[in-house]
């Protein structure tokens, strides 16, 4: 099948969309990146979506508008990709959208009771005609689990290594990891969950302290020009997030505006600079990442995978490979697959496995009491079509 996976993450800079095909089933699923694209958001497009993920300015009018207008921006960018590609709706079979989280409720106990992502389906059916599979997370959560990370399901089919464990660590507005038993270990189980902050805490002080000129640390220059501050870092490092045990997941919801705020405050009383808080932040997310490994993984990890937005600030890449000096740090391409599409690709998958009536989600990753079939599905115009390829032809 040929799917459109879609991907608009914490980092809420902009839509990632890939153009996969993916053929055969579990544990023999074979899938590969076609076409690519990404559009970014524009400042008041950005800032509205950072005003949703905010209890006191995420009114509920200002949500359902952006819920709608989110899917028009979305259906836009499908038919960028399917132009660029040089082929037609009739030659795509299915949509995978993630939709934008603006909230995960994460109780006190780690437990999370609901989630909320938009981006309206209906819409990216109507504009496009295809059949759309969208609203992940909730079905994870409603069987007990953490509705996250769900990548850890395409993690296990396309990224163990014959002989030795992995960890597959995305950097986006969070980070989660996906720690892998090798091939030839047929007892252990994977295991998942978000480490922490990962570009939020980062982009979210540079933009207070460029007063809006800078909205991310471009190539990690600001943290890379500042001095560390070892003592504020061992203080931000007793979080308790930090010290929670798996399964668990957060958001903006704890790693958000008010931190971000209350940090540069803390760091500025401290007398740093504005470099200097940002080395302190970018130092925080990868000494939170390798902490983690050190809590929580099943066994050392020989190699360390990279995805999302952090991977590209070579300030915080190489703080990570100095708290973890025994680990090799690579990217995705060393692989073979996308480090920049991976989520939209993961997400192509679990809308190819939903089609499929197939379970996407690892109860061992999650934390749900079972498997269950994700995401809810929207109609396209394709869509009877798509019924008699798929299920008349068996």
């Not at 608009?8 to 990146?33: M, N, R, Y």
């Not at 819920?67 to 082929?87: P, S, Y």
């Not at 990891?177 to 990962?198: K, R, W």
């Not at 002080?205 to 000129?213: E, F, M, P, R």
Request: proline share 6%; glycine share 10%; with cysteine.
């Amino acid at each position: 099948m040929r799917i459109i996976g879609l991907m608009s993450g914490t980092s809420a800079d902009g839509i990632d969309a890939a153009l996969c095909e993916i053929e055969g089933q579990p544990p023999q699923v074979q899938a590969k990146i076609l076409a690519t694209l990404v559009v970014g958001y524009q400042p008041a497009q950005r800032e509205r979506i950072l005003a949703a993920c905010n209890p006191r300015s995420g009114h509920v009018d200002d949500l359902c508008r952006l819920n709608f207008d989110l899917g028009e921006w979305l259906a836009q960018a499908i038919h960028r990709l399917i132009d660029q590609a040089g082929l037609t709706s009739n030659n795509i079979d299915l949509i995978a959208s993630h939709g934008q989280t603006v909230w995960h409720q994460v109780e006190g106990d780690g437990q999370v009771s609901a989630t909320l992502q938009i981006g309206e389906a209906a819409v990216i059916a109507e504009r496009t005609g295809l059949t759309t599979i969208h609203n992940f997370r909730p079905r994870d959560v409603t069987a007990g689990g953490q509705g996250a990370p769900l990548t850890g399901y395409a993690d296990w089919l396309l990224l163990r290594h014959p002989t030795q464990w992995r960890a597959v660590q995305n950097i986006g507005g969070m980070g989660n990891v996906t720690f892998l038993p090798p091939l030839n270990n047929t007892d252990s189980q994977p295991l998942a969950f978000d480490t922490g902050p990962g570009n939020a805490l980062i982009d979210m002080a540079t933009t207070i302290l460029t007063d809006g000129a800078q909205t991310y640390d471009r190539d990690g220059a600001l943290a890379a020009r500042g001095q560390l501050d070892e003592g504020w870092l061992a203080q931000l490092m007793s979080h308790p997030y930090f010290e929670r045990r798996p399964p668990k997941t957060t958001g903006r919801e704890l790693f958000g505006a008010d931190m971000a705020q209350q940090l540069v405050q803390e760091g500025q009383t401290r007398g740093l600079n504005r470099e200097g808080i940002i080395a302190t932040l970018t130092a925080l997310t990868a000494s939170s990442i390798a902490d983690a490994y050190t809590r929580f993984a099943p066994q050392p990890p020989a190699e360390v995978i990279l995805g999302g937005g952090g991977q590209h600030n070579p300030t915080l890449v190489a703080h990570l490979q100095n708290f973890m000096p025994n680990t090799h740090v690579l990217r995705h391409e060393a692989i073979g697959l996308s480090s920049d599409f991976k989520e939209a690709l993961v997400f192509a998958i679990l809308a190819y496995e939903t089609w499929h009536n197939r379970p996407g989600n690892l109860p061992a990753l999650t934390g749900a009491s079972y498997p269950v079939v994700l995401g809810q599905i929207t109609p396209g115009k394709n869509y009877q079509t798509l019924i008699q390829q798929t299920w008349c032809a068996r």
